[in-house]
């Protein structure tokens, strides 16, 4: 991750297709999850992340050489916190009502995995510049994955897309599709659509290879066959 | 005693954090292969969501309510979480040896998982009290391990599965836990 060799290009574009967060990484499940149930929600959850993704990753890589080590994670967490503090004034002032909808998964965004370890593995160790163009194609590709998640599901749940009436669906839509379990159903199998277009061997991990914490319990809290 | 009662009962069943709020799901994937791990990391999640309660609950209304500071919940809490983690970890290895072997890998884990600040910031939107609050956290635990632990077994009948090859893996382990939260929808309405 750290040669310095790559163009300013594929930086922004790595994280759209080939280090999909969610899709290919497995991060960030919780939110890819619970507020899919339409595609503007998802749209919406997507773009306050990258916007807290951006903030998060600036600040920290500018101030990469000032924070000690020893207390980088507790530091990390401040800076996160206090972009989706901000994210949750602009939404509640500006977009009432997707903050309503967001609920308390916008507080959550604080605890996002993708946010904590794109600051753990990129932005404490390069530029201002690269960590930008790293936080933008990262948020793209997580907001486009959940676009797709939520697309599928209101789709399929209600009938339903970006305001217009689908025909045939919305006459008996499958409901289970927007309640949790099909959140599960759904994801499972766009993962798996995505392993057999990528003709990629599947992960056996979930999420532990990007996990900030991954050093720390070296993998065992993950039993590694 | 019953409201308590059925806040327990709802943050364990009808409103199980993971399944139906999908809070936590990162340790729920990740953590869920072994019943022992999975055991100990609900032990571990229950025990820590308990001890933020009954932190942030105070500091909540005796600091920031006052003082018109309410709007700094996310930072205070998540920073009292991971002081909080780095404490129990650092007094378990010294006073507990034995306990901290079996739940010390957990620990670092659980500063990121959203459930437990899930857990801090929904008893304050509830508007629950002291004790409530508390009760919710037990109820968001006990869900949790509840969840895992069924999961754990799921997961070990999966093993032995013949899976088409696009599924391995990840996406054989979401249908299945998309199975399992069907299953969990059986108690919605149980407690109006």
Known sequence: MAENKRSPVRELTKGIIKENPTLVMLLGMCPTLAVTTQAMNGIGMGLATTFVLLGSNIVISALRRVIPDKVRIPSFIVIIASFVTLIGFLLEGFVPSLYDS??????????????????????????????????????????????????????????????????????SPMLLFIMPAGGFFTLGCIIAAVNKIAKRKPPCEVGCSECPHAESCGGRAGDKP | MKTLLVILMSAMLTDNFVLSKFMGICPFLGVSKKLDSASGMGIAVTFVMICAT??????????LVPNHLEYFDTVVFILVIALFVQIVETVLKKTIPSLYKSLGVYLP?????CAVLGVTVLNIDNGYGFLQSIVSALGAGLGFMLALVIFSGVRRKLEFADIPETFKGVPATLIAASIVSVSFMGFSGLFG
């Not at chain 1, 948020?139 to 959940?146: E, I, K, N, R, S």
């Open chain 1, 102 to 171: 967001l609920g308390i998964y916008l507080t959550l965004i604080t605890v996002n995995c993708i946010i904590f370890g794109r600051a753990e593995m990129f932005a404490s160790k390069h530029g201002i510049g690269v960590s930008i163009l790293d936080a933008l194609g990262m948020g793209l590709g997580f907001t486009l994955a959940l676009f797709l998640m939520g697309s599928v599901r209101e789709i399929l749940g209600s009938g339903k897309w970006m305001g217009l009436t689908i025909p045939l669906i919305s006459e």
């Open chain 2, 54 to 63: 009954i932190v942030t609950y105070p500091i909540h209304h005796g600091i």
């Open chain 2, 109 to 113: 884990l659980i500063t990121t998982n």
